[in-house]
């Protein structure tokens, strides 16, 4: 196949020039003028350097936890393709390689179909500083779930929703004080138009009500089901309208009543959130 051949020609280019190991086997090499680190599932690309040991153990931790929560279970096996990451030092590099706004932080590309996998890459600007770590494993985040979804592509408010909600940032916090605001002035998209929303607005601020919406409805569900239970839903939805799913696996009458739950649940939990702030201070 063209793809498999494709992602071939990429291995057969590489020249190992030594190893190193830490908690994850990794070896390091240069290989079209970048320092690569590789390791059992991922391929670390940068011009200056190698990547950090322990960014590594952290991404192969994410991967294998993320799949113990989401697939029910690790695949048993290492991914292939790995996956490749892109560090670019400035944002106009990251521009030149992706074609993308310098003002992004990072984007993923994923090629699916035929039940698996044939492509997974990510582009993270290198300047990000304290904003790196989080934002690469928001971003391995949707690569993972490409495993749960081999077929087709991940709703876009189940991809962004479990990739936020599995954030621990400062970002988290302020989208969700964005989400709040929202609520009060019902500026929020109601569940249906969420949930068959193929992209999120270009506008920022109503943009990062989308995911902070996706990331709370994802944290409410859970509260109700297993995370295996909350993908198979997504998968249902396919095929069954969204108000019929959710009746069959969380229960709902209907999509009105699934929002009134959801709307308390995220205002009481905004709620004892502040409590227990001001407690602890």
């Given at each position: 196949?063209?793809?498999a051949h494709r992602l071939a020609m990429i291995v057969a280019c590489m020249t190992p020039l030594w190893?190193?190991?830490?908690?994850w086997s990794v070896r390091?090499?240069?290989?079209?003028?970048?320092?690569?680190?590789?390791?059992?599932?991922?391929r670390i690309f940068q011009k200056e350097g190698f990547?950090?040991?322990?960014?590594?153990?952290q991404l192969e931790s994410h991967r294998a936890s993320l799949q113990v929560k989401w697939l029910g279970g690790g695949t048993g096996r290492s991914w292939d393709p790995k996956c490749d990451i892109h560090i670019h030092a400035t944002p106009e590099e990251f521009q030149q390689a992706t074609k993308r706004s310098p003002d992004m932080l990072a984007s993923t590309l994923l090629e699916i179909g035929e039940g698996r996998v044939w492509r997974r890459q990510v582009a993270i600007r290198g300047d990000i500083q304290k904003n790196f770590t989080p934002v690469i494993l928001h971003e391995v985040t949707h690569v993972v779930l490409a495993d749960v979804f081999r077929d087709f592509q991940v709703p876009r408010w189940l991809d962004e929703g479990i990739a936020v909600a599995e954030e621990q940032s400062d970002r988290r916090a302020n989208i969700n004080r964005q989400l709040l605001e929202a609520?009060?002035?019902?500026?929020?998209?109601?569940?249906?138009?969420?949930m068959t929303m193929a992209q999120f607005p270009v506008d920022r601020t109503r943009s990062d009500v989308m995911y902070a919406q996706s990331a709370s409805l994802v944290e409410f569900?859970?509260?109700?089901?297993?995370?295996?239970?909350?993908?198979?839903?997504?998968k249902a939805c396919r095929h069954l309208?969204?108000?019929?799913?959710?009746?069959?696996?969380?229960?709902?009458?209907?999509?009105?009543?699934?929002?009134r739950a959801w709307l308390e649940w995220t205002i009481n939990t905004a709620e004892s959130s502040e409590t227990a702030v001001v407690v602890n201070q």
């Amino acid at each position: 196949m063209k793809k498999a051949h494709r992602l071939a020609m990429i291995v057969a280019c590489m020249t190992p020039l030594w190893a190193s190991s830490a908690e994850w086997s990794v070896r390091k090499y240069q290989s079209g003028g970048c320092n690569v680190s590789e390791s059992i599932s991922f391929r670390i690309f940068q011009k200056e350097g190698f990547a950090d040991a322990a960014l590594i153990d952290q991404l192969e931790s994410h991967r294998a936890s993320l799949q113990v929560k989401w697939l029910g279970g690790g695949t048993g096996r290492s991914w292939d393709p790995k996956c490749d990451i892109h560090i670019h030092a400035t944002p106009e590099e990251f521009q030149q390689a992706t074609k993308r706004s310098p003002d992004m932080l990072a984007s993923t590309l994923l090629e699916i179909g035929e039940g698996r996998v044939w492509r997974r890459q990510v582009a993270i600007r290198g300047d990000i500083q304290k904003n790196f770590t989080p934002v690469i494993l928001h971003e391995v985040t949707h690569v993972v779930l490409a495993d749960v979804f081999r077929d087709f592509q991940v709703p876009r408010w189940l991809d962004e929703g479990i990739a936020v909600a599995e954030e621990q940032s400062d970002r988290r916090a302020n989208i969700n004080r964005q989400l709040l605001e929202a609520v009060e002035v019902s500026r929020h998209s109601d569940l249906i138009e969420l949930m068959t929303m193929a992209q999120f607005p270009v506008d920022r601020t109503r943009s990062d009500v989308m995911y902070a919406q996706s990331a709370s409805l994802v944290e409410f569900l859970l509260t109700k089901k297993s995370p295996v239970a909350l993908v198979s839903f997504a998968k249902a939805c396919r095929h069954l309208s969204v108000e019929e799913s959710l009746r069959r696996h969380f229960g709902f009458n209907n999509a009105q009543e699934a929002e009134r739950a959801w709307l308390e649940w995220t205002i009481n939990t905004a709620e004892s959130s502040e409590t227990a702030v001001v407690v602890n201070q």
